[in-house]
């Protein structure tokens, strides 16, 4: 089956940790993105990438790095810096960047909490 | 600058009623639309896509909406609510070379 998935389901991190989120796809889509979920916020982008070794700041990359060594890989990390970092963060692809009038498809999401 | 904006934050309605989630965009030519389902810690699931040709579009689980370019709105329908449809839906759009910008989304409550 073709997808997303995103790893790990649920994680904890202690305040000063670094933790890097997993996203890999077996769709052969060239665009990746993360978003953050705030309640009442919809989606916020982090980061995203339209082809490997390249990607661009989303809207609310502070605290955040990402890497794209890979087409079907799209770590997120999170670093120590994010001042906030609890939330649930979801990746996404699609076959190119926006504006061909494909859809983005979603992994199931991590949700991070910081104890 | 392109934006969405979906009225209503939380609707309800009766099972078996009309449900109806309002979506607006802002942009100076018509844009790519779409409207995504999310149920609780889950992903977005796609429900349905406007991207050119016949303006009412129908998507899974009995959904459609229309596309009204002139009052720039993607409205989300579907004529008998069930107990399933609970969940958050997001308005998003996007136009050639741009990213996908969502909505705050709509949480619907359907009453037994």
């Known amino acids: 089956d073709g997808g997303i998935t995103q790893s790990p389901k649920y994680l904890f991190r202690k305040e000063g940790q670094n933790v890097t989120l997993s996203c890999e796809q077996n769709l052969n889509h060239d665009a990746m993105y993360w978003y953050r979920q705030d309640p009442g916020q919809g989606l916020r982008l982090i980061y995203y990438?339209?082809?490997?070794?390249?990607?661009q700041k989303g809207d609310i990359a502070e605290g955040y790095s990402v890497s794209r060594e890979k087409k079907e890989s799209f770590p997120l990390t999170v670093t120590s810096a994010q001042k906030n970092p609890t939330a649930f963060y979801l990746c996404a692809s699609s076959v190119r960047l926006a504006g061909t009038g494909g859809e983005q498809f979603f992994g199931p999401g991590t949700r991070l909490t910081v104890l | 600058a392109q934006s969405v904006t979906q009225l209503g934050s939380h609707v309800s309605v009766s099972e078996g009623a009309l449900v109806l989630l309002r979506c607006n965009y802002s942009s100076s030519v018509p844009p790519y639309l779409f409207w995504y389902v999310q149920y609780p810690n889950q992903g977005l699931q796609l429900l349905l896509k406007y991207t050119t040709g016949a303006t009412l579009v129908k998507g899974i689980n009995g959904f459609e909406a229309e596309f009204k370019k002139s009052e720039t709105s993607f409205h989300l329908t579907k004529p008998s609510a069930h107990m399933s449809d609970a969940a958050e839906y997001f308005c998003a759009v996007t136009l050639v070379g741009n990213q996908f910008y969502f909505g705050t989304g709509t949480s619907l409550t359907v009453i037994p």
């Open positions: 990438s339209q082809i490997v070794n390249d990607f």
